[in-house]
């Protein structure tokens, strides 16, 4: 089979329409990443693996994320930004290489998702155990809290399709998630503007804890080494339980389980 170029490339798998929505793209993905993976897919284009083989890998990449955080020091901290990085790269790839080889499924959509739920959840709790010198602690209990605070997050925007589907509806519009009440709408703008809740997913944690790890290591991190860790295991646990009441409000204030 013959390689495309990158403008032929282009027009299939980044389309506008995808990477111009509002919640379409990630801006990791805007700035660098769909330039770098737009440029892996046209070498993998006849690649004998398939879109969701290279899914799998994905969340393979994106587990020895929340692993190599158990590497005590930096290098565990570097590691674990450097995994994400891939598992970022190949989020990118799988779906770029679907379209171009129309190979698009439910099962990838499905593996696309429970492998975003695990990577969250394995990153904080690697985070955890790291901020307790791998034993078992407050703060891992603070990584599991962080964990399943965001797992719990994304099963509240994922059962919102639950519910529609369940009642005859079609998926919900992205203009549906602007509030009905104008005090909740504001409140939802000004969370915006300063986007803390961004923390909690997953590539911003990455560069949370690399952050921490180069402060540790030029401040020796207090008495335990790693203050500036243990720091970041709060501050996301904390986000990530405000924003399992927060976002829950969001929905139920929003016209997304309208008819």
């Given at each position: 089979?013959?390689?495309?170029?990158?403008?032929?490339?282009?027009?299939?798998?980044?389309?506008?329409?995808?990477?111009?929505?509002?919640?379409?793209?990630?801006?990791?993905?805007?700035?660098?990443?769909?330039?770098?993976?737009?440029?892996?897919?046209?070498?993998?284009?006849?690649?004998?693996?398939?879109?969701?083989?290279?899914?799998?890998?994905?969340?393979?990449?994106?587990?020895?994320?929340?692993?190599?955080?158990?590497?005590?020091?930096?290098?565990?901290?570097?590691?674990?930004?450097?995994?994400?990085?891939?598992?970022?790269?190949?989020?990118?790839?799988?779906?770029?290489?679907?379209?171009?080889?129309?190979?698009?499924?439910?099962?990838?959509?499905?593996?696309?998702?429970?492998?975003?739920?695990?990577?969250?959840?394995?990153?904080?709790?690697?985070?955890?155990?790291?901020?307790?010198?791998?034993?078992?602690?407050?703060?891992?209990?603070?990584?599991?809290?962080?964990?399943?605070?965001?797992?719990?997050?994304?099963?509240?925007?994922?059962?919102?399709?639950?519910?529609?589907?369940?009642?005859?509806?079609?998926?919900?519009?992205?203009?549906?998630?602007?509030?009905?009440?104008?005090?909740?709408?504001?409140?939802?703008?000004?969370?915006?503007?300063?986007?803390?809740?961004?923390?909690?997913?997953?590539?911003?944690?990455?560069?949370?804890?690399?952050?921490?790890?180069?402060?540790?290591?030029?401040?020796?991190?207090g008495a335990s080494g790693l203050f500036y860790t243990r720091l970041a295991v709060a501050i996301l646990a904390g986000i990530a339980l405000a924003m399992v009441f927060l976002h829950f409000v969001s929905i139920v204030m929003s016209?997304?389980?309208?008819?």
């Amino acid at each position: 089979m013959s390689t495309p170029t990158l403008d032929e490339l282009r027009l299939v798998v980044q389309p506008p329409e995808k990477m111009q929505r509002r919640s379409g793209e990630h801006w990791a993905g805007r700035l660098y990443m769909r330039w770098i993976s737009l440029r892996v897919t046209r070498l993998l284009v006849n690649s004998p693996i398939s879109a969701n083989g290279y899914t799998y890998l994905m969340i393979v990449a994106g587990m020895a994320a929340g692993a190599a955080l158990l590497i005590p020091g930096l290098v565990g901290a570097i590691l674990g930004a450097l995994l994400i990085q891939v598992y970022l790269l190949l989020d990118c790839v799988d779906g770029e290489l679907a379209r171009w080889r129309k190979q698009t499924s439910i099962i990838g959509v499905y593996l696309d998702r429970i492998g975003a739920y695990g990577v969250e959840a394995a990153f904080l709790v690697g985070l955890g155990f790291r901020a307790d010198h791998l034993h078992s602690g407050p703060w891992t209990v603070l990584g599991f809290t962080a964990a399943v605070g965001v797992l719990i997050v994304k099963s509240e925007t994922d059962l919102v399709d639950v519910a529609r589907a369940r009642s005859g509806l079609v998926a919900v519009a992205e203009s549906a998630s602007v509030p009905r009440s104008a005090t909740v709408a504001k409140a939802r703008l000004l969370a915006s503007a300063f986007k803390v809740h961004r923390l909690i997913v997953v590539i911003e944690t990455s560069l949370l804890v690399l952050l921490a790890g180069l402060l540790d290591t030029a401040t020796g991190g207090g008495a335990s080494g790693l203050f500036y860790t243990r720091l970041a295991v709060a501050i996301l646990a904390g986000i990530a339980l405000a924003m399992v009441f927060l976002h829950f409000v969001s929905i139920v204030m929003s016209s997304r389980l309208k008819g």
